[in-house]
């Protein structure tokens, strides 16, 4: 019963103050027009909101979006289409060419213990190379880090090694657990096959522990192609299963077999729209998140929402009757998953152009309830940036401070532009990242809008302060 109470007291409060000049060093009063602006977005979010639709499309008739597959092309057609649709000023496609992984035929796995077999969910990580066509088999050493596996050396010949580090649960931010494991995912296979390694397996990137892989990305360096081995994920459950029997029986055998290939990069494009600015057209906000996604399911969360989140914050400024000063785009990044193409092609774009970039915002950690924004930016805009905290804080936007923007932003960095990361709730992201679950009916559509609308509220707020 308190909140209701709180809300009107900060309106009577915001209400009462006067729009003034800002300069560097003071921070901006919360004024009427500012906080009126905010409310309007939010309402019409909320009551008029599109990109649910957007992403029941997306996941519904498309599917998941692996760079260079026919489903990624027709995404593409589809961003085009819909921002097309909405009248932006400008809207066009740019080239880059993308990586081109196929999964093949689905993944077989099992291993026997005691006259038992026992069969494993697993999925080939991005990028591996296939097992032969029989598949691998072989003694199993678990270990829980890169740095084990390195130290045991000669001892993992003709072994399949099992990578079993699980998330930190102890950590509030899932997304540091999931930091803090990636590694022996991502080079997993690099440290071991140089040691004549048959296989590598990997413990899936979740904290749920259920019977769904999750693939991702890995990566062989620059290591020969006689050292490269196949490399896949296995379920939690399968991988506390395996680990209790190991204990028991220490010489079992694990078998598995996946047909993947890498094929010649393929052409594919962002996708671009942009409402040009009255004041400086030359000065460009982007708002963006991937394409892409993996091929398992529908790549809603990862980034689906991300996606329709960032159209949907361009068709409110102009539903709104907002006019922004600076030129507003929004990008469909290709190829965030395995290889970051679309994002670095931007920048190299925006460079060879001479753009000048002063802010950029990423949603691609779900569609989950807003908690917030991290900034990576120069100390200057500190205080501008937290003094927007009050103004956001009645929409749940309490997270506000310093941080990591984002992958396909990243590549934009320099002193003089601002780099944001939209943050929602994190806790239930990686029961879905990267695995089957990932589909459509996950996303909430109340959660999707209001990420919808916080991110648009400051996009506004960036648009109004800097310059």
């Known amino acids: 019963m308190k909140y209701p109470f709180l809300i009107i007291s900060f309106l009577i409060i915001v209400s009462s103050c006067n729009q003034t000049p800002i300069s560097k060093n003071e921070e901006p009063p919360i004024n009427k027009t500012d906080s009126l602006a905010i409310k309007k977005i939010f309402d019409s979010a909320l009551t008029k909101g599109e990109c649910y639709q957007w992403l029941d499309t997306l996941c519904n008739t498309i599917g998941g979006r692996l760079s260079g597959s026919p489903e990624a092309e027709k995404a593409v057609k589809w961003g085009e289409n819909l921002l097309t649709s909405l009248k932006f000023d400008k809207v066009w496609l740019q080239p880059v060419m993308v990586p081109h992984w196929v999964r093949g035929k689905k993944e077989e796995a099992y291993f026997t213990s005691n006259g038992t077999t026992y069969n494993v969910p697993i999925c080939a990580l991005g990028g591996s190379i296939s097992t032969s066509k029989n598949g691998v088999k072989g003694e199993v050493i678990e270990v829980k880090s890169l740095e084990e596996a390195e130290k045991l050396g000669e001892q993992l010949k003709g072994k399949i090694v099992f990578f079993n580090r699980p998330f930190d649960d102890t950590l509030i931010e899932t997304f540091r ?75 079992l055998e694990f078998f598995f077999k996946q047909n993947c290939e890498t094929l010649p990069d393929a052409p594919s494009f962002n996708v671009i729209g942009e409402i040009t600015g009255s004041e400086f057209p030359e000065k460009y906000i982007t708002v963006g998140g991937h394409l892409d996604s993996w091929d398992l399911a529908d790549g809603a969360h990862d980034d689906g929402t991300g996606i329709v989140q960032s159209i949907e914050v361009l068709r409110l400024l102009k539903l709104n009757g907002i006019k922004p000063k600076h030129s507003i785009r929004v990008v469909l990044f290709m190829n965030e998953e395995n290889g970051l193409r679309g994002g670095k092609k931007y920048a190299e774009e925006a460079k060879n152009n001479n753009e000048i970039h002063i ?63 939209y943050k929602p709730d994190s806790q239930r992201y990686f029961d879905y990242h990267h695995a089957a679950t990932d589909t459509f009916d996950k996303v909430n559509k109340r959660e999707l809008e209001l990420g919808a609308a916080s991110m648009t509220s400051l996009i506004y707020l960036l648009d109004t302060y800097l310059n």
């Open 359 to 421: 802010a950029a915002l990423e949603s691609d950690a779900g569609g989950h309830t807003p908690r917030g924004f991290s900034f990576d930016s120069n100390s200057e805009n500190y205080n501008l940036f937290m003094s927007w905290k009050p103004l956001l804080a009645p929409y749940g936007l309490h997270e506000i401070d310093k941080g990591y923007g984002g992958a396909d932003i990243g590549p934009l960095k320099s002193e003089t532009i601002s780099l944001f990361g």
């Open 177 to 251: 657990a999931y930091g803090g494991c990636v590694d022996q995912r991502y080079s997993g296979a690099k440290v071991t096959g140089k040691f004549g390694a048959l296989g590598v397996i990997v413990r899936s990137m979740t904290h749920n522990i259920d019977d769904f892989p999750h693939t991702g990305a890995m990566s062989y360096g620059e290591i020969p192609e006689n050292e490269k081995v196949p490399t896949a994920a296995i379920s939690t459950k399968a991988a506390n299963l395996l680990s209790e029997t190991l204990k028991t029986n220490p010489t």
